[in-house]
């Protein structure tokens, strides 16, 4: 056992040696070959590590919705296939009034509560945001959703109920309009009138989809139909309910058709004319849409890696010819076939593994620069690491394993010769 330990260290240790006497003594040729395993990884690895941190913060963005919680609205959510848009337009929009007939009929839900988002420019003395998300939402909301203030506080139940002229505004729009200032008490124009800043909502940063907080003013629903039409098609109002503990999402599901069927007097014969979304759906679709992204990373980067095992393969080929002199010499002082096939192959997973790092810490630097200037959070995980790693290791053990075996199988009269 010991011998065969120290026979498995003296083979990486010659193996490294001669690998590192490749890149030395033929630079060019080296960097050239390493140069299409590094690219290869850099392609594959890349797109799976911006792919699956895209991934992990589109899911929490989703899952900030609720895993329990459904969505009423007008338009289902649906990846794939036919989408028969023109049938659903003409479905009518949720309305308050149906919030309060699932209330009173739904008894699995917990809460529900009427929000309507839009896109207007919101001022205050001379500074201004565009595009800001104001957020109109019913009595309730806090219960179906999460809604952290860090400054301030959330509306009274009186506040939403009488439609207050008052506010909660995001991150961004309080440094955009009030700068040092403290923005609690002051006011700000929404819609073209005048409302009050009661809190401030907790920094959450960019989002992938642009929903983030940072950019919204939450007013009552109660206020804003005041100055809006909640039935103007541009809007898409949505009705969200949460269920009780120990009620699954089906079983909400189920009650919610019957009640909103029941509401809109439905008559058996005729289909839902409002869609029950929910976060799951979301989640399933954009897993699919990054599967094909994964497929599509594979493709570039394989030919790339391809290339460059090729090149690997071509460095040890010329490898055996330059040294099997000293194979020969190798072989006739008793070293067995398997010992210079160990060997060749070692050398070639230990180049293969060089350009594999060399593209990791290129992909490594990438994510600290993407996540410094475009304040976009891309992280190289472990097990991205790992598979790139892993993945050099089968190439450099694909394209030395020929090479090797054809060194192992010479004759070593016939090597020692070569050079003679």
Known sequence: MKNQTV????LIRESYIFAFQAIIVNKLRTILSLLGITIGIFAIVSVFTVVDSMETQIKQSFESLGNNVILVGKWPWSFGGDYPWWKYMKRPVPKPSEVEEIRRRCNTAEASAFLLSMSKTVEKTGNSVENATILCVS????????????DGRYFTYSQLAGGRNVALIGNTIAEGLF????????????????IQVIGVLKKEGESTFGNSADKMVVIPINFAKNLIDLNFEGFDPTIMVKAKTNVSNEELKDELTGVMRSVRRLKPSVEDDFALN?????TKGVEDIFKIIKIVGWIIGGFSILVGGFGIANIMFVSVKERTNIIGIQKSLGAKNYFILFQFLFESIFLCLMGGIIGLFLIFAGTLIATYVFDFSISLSQGNILFGIVLSTIIGLISGLIPAYSASRLNPVEAIRSNQ
């Open 278 to 282: 929910e976060s799951s759906l979301l």
């Open 139 to 150: 009595d309730d909301y806090e219960k179906v959703q999460t809604v952290d203030v860090v």
């Open 7 to 10: 026979l498995f260290a003296r």
């Open 179 to 194: 700068s040092s200032a403290a923005p609690i008490g002051n006011e700000i124009k929404v819609l073209g009138r005048k």
